[in-house]
């Protein structure tokens, strides 16, 4: 890791994550309700609670982090001490329900993404797809479900989050999941199956596909703590280009790694004939572009002007180096 | 239409719905972007833009007005006059937007059913449904991007809205359309084919399933106009009321309808073995019952002690004596 911030201390990263991974677990757990009728509750609990990554809470709480400083994170000595359920109670409540509605976006996403109609893909994280276990017409409805739940826990109606910001994560939210995020580079990726683009339509289609609820995420945590407009701008910088290194790197892990590390089908891009950041650059350049896109995020941190980005660091890290 | 309201003058429905439903269908039109990516906007507008009766805007909008008192709405005269473009401008923007986001979820809940893993309906309101024109990956995706843009039409970030208001708003179409609400009683229909269910679990399969959002409709309404207490909960009571009524008389029209006037398959629930009002408690007491709950609708209303409730009324009427 790039160690730019010498005035701090190294950050324990595989501490900061076990505590915020355990926090993100806990009240996915709590949240996604088993008591939904009719297994409705069970394809919803399966489709998310299976040891994702978790990469889009983890930037949520990191974004929130930075800007409210050291040691008022879920992860903090204070929390850690405190023990988890603590950490629950915290005043980032918001940005634990940030973190979890940005999750459930991404599950329900490759839940639909993951059907007959769509990839028809029948192995996702190791284990068979939510269609496979529950059946179409039930991963629909889960999916849909999922989606909702976003928004509802966006919502408490416990006076738990100010209504200014719920409005705004829901803002954001929305956004980052509809025709002009998620939803609609989907339909781009959909679309492009057997068609020639160039540099330009395939980043166009990664940055709402992939790159807008990455991108979300960052600015979801930052609006949990009140960001200036100059932190919000370098945060969006930040989330931008982890965005895009997210699917270079995908594209790259897609043609070097195999199935069972993956725990999903690996190579399926060159059979679907989709476009590619390999297919149209070639492996090294897609290389180096990624590393490229990890140096753009460090310098948007740099220039944010937050005195610890560590764990936003460490994240632009994990994105760009992971084997999976 | 029952005239218990006798200070006031009896309401032109027909000029009322017919100003609200301009100004629902401009905004809709105005509001589904046309420019989503690789024609998913195409198939978004083509899934809202249908002539649906709009049931569920025009009841956010009656609600809305019926607290706000005359001449506030968005089809009062002094609306009217200044036409439809100063109608959208107007004061009561939130409740516009509210009565286009039930649409929205309605529209997608419409599109997701239609298809070959549930419901499997080639026709909608006469015509093609979404998946036989655009394909089942771009219905799938369209509906998940409708389910988004509803909650962006709650969240604008002109400040048109207050953050109360949109919070509020966003919390409950959430939860209507969730898991305890309308993606939960499909769960249950889904489940319920070929199963013998009584009277009180059919009931539970419908209030989730159509009156979950009927009610939320009512109370959005209400939500943008700052009811009481007391006129929130006689609202919810109606809302029930006709959520559920909606219900029964659908069942009846399934049976006594043919096709063309439903404007899309008659006799399915029959077919597929689906347990209906009708198949339950016979036709006879199936139409006693909606008329049952008409009366239950109207006696909230007259409890609510607001002044003008002429519109509701109609509504309810319009739910119980429809023919399609």
Redesign the interface.
């Known amino acids: 890791m790039d160690a730019r911030v010498s005035r701090l201390q190294p950050l324990d990263f595989a501490a900061w994550m076990a505590a915020h991974l355990q926090a993100v677990e806990a009240a996915l757990s709590q949240w996604v ?1 088993a008591q ?6 069970d394809a ?1 609990r399966y489709a998310v609670l299976d040891g994702g990554k978790r990469l889009r809470p983890l930037l949520v709480l990191a974004a929130c982090e930075s800007i409210q400083g050291e040691g008022a994170g879920v992860g903090s000595e204070a929390a850690l001490r405190a023990g988890n359920e603590a950490a629950l109670r915290a005043s980032n409540d918001a940005a634990l329900r940030a973190a979890c509605s940005v999750e459930l976006i991404h599950a ?2 490759l839940v ?1 993404d993951d ?1 007959p ?2 990839d028809n893909d029948i192995l996702r994280r190791g284990k068979p797809t939510v269609h496979v276990k529950f ?4 991963a ?2 889960a ?3 999922l ?6 826990l ?2 408490p ?1 416990d006076g738990s989050v ?3 910001v ?3 994560l ?2 954001l ?3 980052a ?5 998620m ?6 990726d ?3 199956v057997g068609v020639k683009l160039n540099e330009d339509q395939l980043r166009q289609m990664h940055r ?1 596909k992939t790159g807008a609820l990455l991108q979300a995420s960052v600015a979801m945590g930052a609006a949990c703590a009140a960001a200036s407009a100059a932190q919000s701008q370098a945060l969006a910088d930040y989330g931008a280009a982890i965005g895009l290194a997210f699917q270079v790197v995908d594209d790259i892990l897609d043609v070097v790694a195999d199935s069972a590390t993956l725990g999903k089908t690996a190579g399926k891009d060159a059979d679907h004939d989709k476009p590619t950041y390999v297919s149209l650059m070639g492996l090294q350049s897609a290389r180096a572009y990624a590393q490229t896109l990890y140096t753009q995020a460090l310098d948007a941190l740099e220039r944010s002007g937050l005195a610890d980005t560590r764990a936003l660091q460490a994240l632009a890290d994990m994105v760009v180096k992971r084997s999976s």
Chains 1, 2 share one sequence.
């Open positions: 309700p939904a009728p009719a297994g409705l509750g919803m329900y996403s639909h059907m109609c769509m059946g179409q017409a039930q629909l409805l999916g849909d479900a989606q909702a739940l976003a928004f509802e966006l919502t109606v100010s209504a200014a719920q409005a705004r829901c803002a939210l929305a956004r999941a509809g025709e002009a995020g939803a609609g580079g989907q339909a781009i959909l679309a492009s709402l």
